[in-house]
């Protein structure tokens, strides 16, 4: 079974530009999750998609961060503008159910540097 | 509030010692879900173990084990007879009433041989 693939793995922008992350959970979850993962800290949850549908984005900073999962399968998140803060990991994760007791799975990440 | 508090940042032990690594959470919910991640240096966060607080049955899975404790509110994460492949970053995590995960800053594991 086909883990969940993200892309790019690297990128490095200057502050104020757009970045996009693009996000292909396992096949058959419905449930997608994008966390951020500031050096030296646990990774932090800004959106939770069941389906296409958001269940969570209260951590998410709208003014400037923004996501979709069209036809509930694969899922972008884009960054504008960005600032030197916005400097992390972000991780893109599905689970197969929704359920408080369900483990999610992880992609490798996207590593985005801001200079 | 909820809360994971993983208090060693860094563990460094030699190859076949045995390590615990540390998690204490903090929740006012009667029903939560305790995870433990690891992080290998290729980055994506491996699952490891999942409980629910009703479950306070000790797990034992080949070299790893883990012991719950609702008394003092602990996770805590022992591998024995550790392995240069253990060295990782392992996460804590608890989820309560919403849906997030909510991790621990995270115990850097490094094994020497």
């Known amino acids: 079974e086909a883990g969940v693939a993200q892309s790019p793995r690297y990128k490095i922008i200057e502050k104020r530009q757009s970045v996009a992350f693009w996000c292909n959970p396992i096949?058959?979850?419905?449930?997608l999750y994008w966390y951020q993962q500031i050096l030296g800290q646990g990774p932090k949850l800004l959106i939770q998609f069941q389906n296409n549908g958001v269940v969570d984005d209260s951590q998410l900073p709208k003014d400037r961060f923004s996501a979709e999962r069209l036809k509930g399968v694969d899922s972008t998140l884009k960054i504008q503008p960005a600032k030197l803060e916005d400097s992390a990991v972000y991780l893109c994760?599905?689970?197969?159910?929704?359920?408080?007791?369900?483990?999610?799975?992880f992609g490798q990440g996207t590593r985005l540097t801001v200079v | 509030a909820q809360k994971v508090t993983q208090a060693q940042t860094e563990i460094s032990v030699v190859e076949k010692e045995d390590v615990t690594l540390d998690c204490v959470y903090e929740?006012?919910?009667?029903?939560?879900?305790l995870f433990w991640y690891k992080q290998p240096p290729s980055g994506e966060l491996v699952f490891l173990i999942r409980?629910?607080?009703?479950?306070?049955q000790n797990e034992i899975s080949g070299r790893y084990s883990w012991n719950f404790q609702k008394s003092t509110s602990s996770f805590n994460f022992t591998i024995t007879a550790s392995q240069v492949v253990d060295s990782a970053v392992y996460f804590c995590?608890?989820?309560?009433?919403?849906?997030?995960?909510?991790f621990g800053k995270g115990t850097s594991l490094l094994v020497t041989p």
């Open positions: 929740t006012r919910d009667t029903t939560y879900y």
């Open positions: 994760a599905s689970s197969r159910l929704t359920g408080k007791n369900t483990e999610a799975f």
């Open positions: 995590a608890l989820r309560n009433s919403g849906y997030a995960l909510n």
């Open positions: 096949s058959g979850h419905a449930t």
């Open positions: 409980r629910n607080s009703f479950d306070e």
